[in-house]
């Protein structure tokens, strides 16, 4: 695995883990919002 492509899949992870971490706090604020 070339240096190049290791950057690319982590890069790709931590894109992908901060999407789904900003959906979580979107969706619980959205929920909190419903509950309100």
């Known amino acids: 695995m070339t240096f190049r492509r290791r950057l690319e899949s982590l890069s790709g992870r931590l894109a992908f883990g901060f ?18």
């Not at 999407?19 to 309100?36: K, V």
């Open 19 to 36: 999407a789904r971490l900003l959906g979580l706090e979107r969706a619980s604020a959205f929920g909190g919002w419903l509950a309100r």
